[in-house]
């Protein structure tokens, strides 16, 4: 009978929930509206809220409210990866648009210390920063951004009018075009015309990877410091050309929860961020309490979020003067979700984000004197916070590699840091910084604290818990030397030159102009470029497995392990041919290529020993789709994409068993993908054939369960308490956690893993606790974790007596290879990229009879 009452009750919610939701549901009706402006369901076709909108759709109505109102302009930062266009809809009174520019450049000056005291605060509007849906599939942000507009566009009255004369809204429709237009074709295609709440239903279950991520599947909620994808780096340029002072990130979460606005747990806010932003963020709290009372709806604070990394859309704003705001809104993933105790539509979400951005900006209009004011402080203090601090600047080179070099000023640049070329030589800690190829970033400049974030490793911590990672010392992802000058009188003329843009090494050969060979570095990090491109053309490429140095009248220099040879005879091109594909590769890749008109060389292996070995092209098949890891998959597909222009197949565990093996040389697992015995099997015979199989991270497990590897974990710390009580329980689980830490690891130089590598010292990024012991041949351990390895971040005591010595990457027999932790983590660790393009270049040398490897 009680199953009965419930079904014939749900019936009814079903029922109601089915029917057409208006605009009566969402905006308030404390003004009116002009009924000249567009309704949604005039221009969509349907009602907000009853079909996802699709990016083209939500994208036209934006362009279409600048088209027709004199409060609005569209501005568009950039383009997607898939080519979507990215911008906001810049919202005013009539009077303020007119005079935009002169307003925008007028607030930027609160920024600038050296004249922002000449300001009237009280003459100027609050710039508020609306952003929906960085998640694609956490939908109903971006369907609420429709809302938003609308409400501004078409509102009337006293209360409408009073907002647009004094704050400038800047509405970021959908942060993440190509997933939010992936997650609406899902939810589209397999909605029902009646509403179905059954989670069981196929609408809740995206395929892989879902629609959260981007084009390459990266998280750009976590790329704001990286600026590794176009959303980003538009997205950030924009945020400094308007100085936002609230910027609100609109999120969704699971479907069992309510609704979560910030403040977040207050132990684990960044230090570097200044009190006032802490305190600004809750009374902007009280806003949302009311709004929020005033609709019913369940919410809660300070739990579960927090603002400790500085990367996220609403952690990044706090560490540059604004305030950020985090929404997270139970999320239905579909139109209609059973979730215990009630139903969650998918209008009911849009409405709470709605109700959040209508709080939001009333906080920005009454809170706007207080806004602009906390602004130009944050930039006033940076000054006399740098003067206290005892680090006054960090120098930085890396001379083995321009490549990389020009990629962190680059980002650098990008964040508005001032970097300076090294005025003189000087040598700190051992390691001479000079001045042709070193670089200078003072501390006393307006991004004192973001800087100090950047360039500080940090090992205590006020909380052993943490939502995302627990540090990000960006030279270290480089890989890059660098230190600080605490000594004042060392700053005399230490800066020369302002570098207003990344420098770029221009590519060239040099030697001799008839050669009978070409051979260059595999230090550069587009070497791979280059290596790969030749292949791709046809010429027979080989790497040196050991050290020379040659001398042939025109070249005097030593090679390391890893050189790359490029013979002039045998080759199916002509010399002609062969020294123009050379000269452009080598400016295509900016490397120095050198042409030597011997063979003979004075120390080491000459050219024609067995010590080179000739290289194949790589031909690589990675699995993806359910069972792989898409953040791995996607982080190797992006790196081979984008940067080497290397093709990879992704082919899902399902296809493996049509799939012609002999097609590729190189195999990557990520994740546990499910296939059966028999491929198993072909894998096996494959690899012993010539293949080279990859295990990454996770991937691991599956060579060790399928025993394609013998590998032996560290058992897991077992915390030994007595007693407890059960509420600690979730807390005391996350003291043992690695949420994101940088270690040491030690390299063997000569081993093909680590070619092009110049310091046997390398930091790595290890999330998770998972520790493997080295493998019982010594020969095959060519990058373990040092017996000190911590180097910022969180890690107890007892993980850290577990990693150290424990292996990073192994060698298991021939040409299977185990990289345990993370090279390519976010696409921006440059500094460990290379041992995975190792692995795919020179795995094949590894139990390849004939020739050697190392001393």
Request: aromatic share 12%; charged share 20%; glycine share 8%.
């Amino acid at each position: 009978m009680k199953k009965t009452i419930l079904l014939l009750a749900l019936s009814t919610v079903i029922t109601v929930t089915n029917a057409q939701i208006t605009l009566d549901y969402y905006l308030p009706k404390d003004i009116s509206y002009n009924p000249s402006v567009p309704l949604p369901k005039q221009f969509f076709g349907h009602e907000v809220g009853e079909w996802h909108l699709s990016h083209d759709k939500l994208y036209f109505y934006m362009l279409e409210l600048a088209r027709i109102s004199e409060r609005a302009v569209w501005e568009e930062y950039g383009k997607s990866h898939e080519g979507r266009p990215l911008g906001q809809l810049i919202i005013s009174s009539p009077e303020n648009i007119r005079n935009l520019e002169q307003l925008r450049l007028q607030h930027g000056k609160l920024c600038d210390p050296s004249g922002s005291d000449k300001l009237d605060i009280k003459k100027m509007p609050v710039f508020i920063k609306l952003g929906y849906g960085i998640h694609g599939n956490e939908s109903s942000a971006q369907n609420a951004s429709v809302l938003t507009a609308y409400y501004l566009i078409a509102g009337e009255g006293s209360k409408i009018d009073e907002l647009l004369k004094n704050a400038v809204i800047l509405i970021d429709p959908a942060l993440n075009p190509d997933g939010m237009q992936r997650h609406s074709t899902w939810v589209n295609f397999t909605k029902s015309l009646n509403n179905n709440p059954d989670g069981n239903s196929w609408e809740f279950s995206e395929s892989w990877p879902g629609g959260r991520t981007n084009h390459y599947w990266f998280d750009l909620n976590r790329d704001y410091i990286m600026l590794q994808h176009p959303e980003s780096v538009g997205r950030v340029a924009a945020f400094y050309r308007w100085r936002p002072n609230i910027n609100t990130d609109h999120h969704e979460m699971g479907a069992n929860a309510t609704f979560f606005f910030q403040p977040g747990v207050q132990s684990r806010n960044n230090p570097l961020t200044p009190s006032d932003i802490h305190e600004l963020t809750a009374e902007i709290g009280t806003y949302h309490e009311k709004y929020l009372d005033t609709i019913e709806s369940l919410y809660y604070t300070e739990e579960g979020y927090d603002d400790f990394y500085v990367g996220k859309g609403s952690s990044y704003p706090d560490i540059h003067g604004s305030v950020g705001i985090l929404f997270e809104q139970a999320g239905v993933k579909g139109h209609l979700r059973e979730t215990p105790g009630r139903l969650l539509s998918f209008p009911f979400a849009i409405r709470n984000q709605l109700t959040v951005s209508l709080s939001s900006m009333e906080a920005g209009l009454r809170m706007k004197d207080k806004l602009l004011e906390s602004l130009r402080k944050f930039y006033k203090e940076a000054s006399y916070l740098a003067d206290k601090y005892p680090v006054k600047a960090y120098i930085f080179t890396e001379p083995s590699d321009n490549g990389r070099t020009s990629e962190f000023i680059k980002i650098l640049l990008q964040h508005q840091i001032k970097v300076y070329s090294l005025a003189r030589d000087i040598t700190k800690n051992g390691v001479q910084y000079k001045s042709e190829n070193s670089y200078v970033v003072p501390l006393k400049q307006n991004e004192y604290r973001f800087i100090r974030s950047l360039f500080d490793p940090v090992k205590e911590f006020a909380d052993s818990a943490f939502y995302d990672v627990s540090t990000w010392v960006l030279p270290m992802s480089f890989n890059i030397q660098y230190a600080g000058i605490s000594i004042i009188k060392e700053m005399d003329g230490l800066a020369g030159t302002e570098v207003l843009q990344a420098p770029i090494t221009e590519g060239k050969v040099l030697g001799s102009e008839d050669p009978y060979a070409y051979l260059f570095e595999w230090n550069e990090y587009l070497a791979p470029r280059a290596l790969f491109s030749l292949q791709n053309a046809g010429l027979i490429t080989k790497v040196g497995t050991n050290k020379f140095a040659i001398d042939d009248g025109h070249i005097k220099k030593s090679f390391v392990y890893g050189t790359i040879l490029v013979p002039v005879s045998g080759q199916p091109l002509t010399k002609d041919e062969i020294h123009k594909l050379i000269g452009s590769v080598a400016k295509y890749c900016r490397i120095t290529v050198y042409g030597v008109s011997t063979g003979l060389t004075y120390e080491g292996i000459d050219l024609g020993s067995s010590g080179f070995n000739v290289l194949e092209k790589p031909s690589v098949l990675m699995i993806a789709g359910d069972g792989a890891s898409s953040t791995d998959v996607g982080e190797i597909w992006h790196m081979f994409d984008t940067r080497f222009k290397i093709p990879v197949t992704l082919a899902t565990a399902g296809r493996l068993g049509s799939v012609d093996l002999d097609r590729y040389n190189v195999l990557i697992i990520t994740g546990s993908p499910d296939v059966n015995s028999a491929v198993i099997e072909n894998i096996r015979t494959w690899n012993r054939k010539g293949g080279t199989l990859i295990g990454y991270k996770s991937g691991n497990n599956w060579l060790s369960r399928n025993k394609l590897a013998e590998i032996e974990y560290v058992p897991a710390v077992t915390p030994d308490r007595k007693e407890s009580r059960y509420i600690d329980r979730s807390a005391e689980s996350q003291v043992q956690q690695i949420p994101g830490s940088i270690f040491e690891t030690k390299l063997d130089l000569s081993h093909p893993l680590c070619y092009g590598y110049t310091r046997d010292i390398l930091p790595v990024f290890k999330s998770g606790t998972t520790a493997v012991k080295r493998n019982a041949d010594i020969y095959n351990n060519p990058i373990i974790y040092s017996s000190n390895p911590l180097l910022s971040g969180y890690c107890t005591k007892e993980n850290i007596e577990r990693i150290k010595g424990a292996a990073f990457a192994s060698v298991h027999g021939s040409r299977i290879i185990s990289i345990y932790d993370n090279t390519n983590f976010r696409a921006i660790w440059y500094g460990t990229n290379k041992i995975f393009l190792n692995a795919v270049f020179f795995g094949q040398l590894l139990g390849r009879s004939g020739g050697e490897y190392g001393e």
